[in-house]
């Protein structure tokens, strides 16, 4: 999840504004998932950051 983040900041992905008083935070969360070799074992992690526009 580190790595995800730090290339997500690298990049420059969103920037910090003001919020509008009119307008509402949309939730976020991260999720994960992890690759699994032949062998059974642990791959790696695979991290997405993503934004919740469902809910209200």
């Known amino acids: 999840m580190d790595e995800e983040y730090n290339l997500l900041m690298s990049n420059d992905v969103w920037e910090l504004v003001k919020l509008p ?7 976020s969360k991260w999720i994960i998932k992890f690759k699994i ?8 992690y695979k991290a997405r950051f993503v934004a ?5």
Do not use: F, H, M
Not at 37 to 44: F, K, Q, S, V, Y
Not at 52 to 56: I, K, M, V
């Open 21 to 27: 008083k009119d307008k509402r935070v949309v939730s």
């Open 52 to 56: 919740q526009g469902y809910s209200r």
């Open 37 to 44: 070799e032949a062998t059974g074992n642990i791959d790696r």
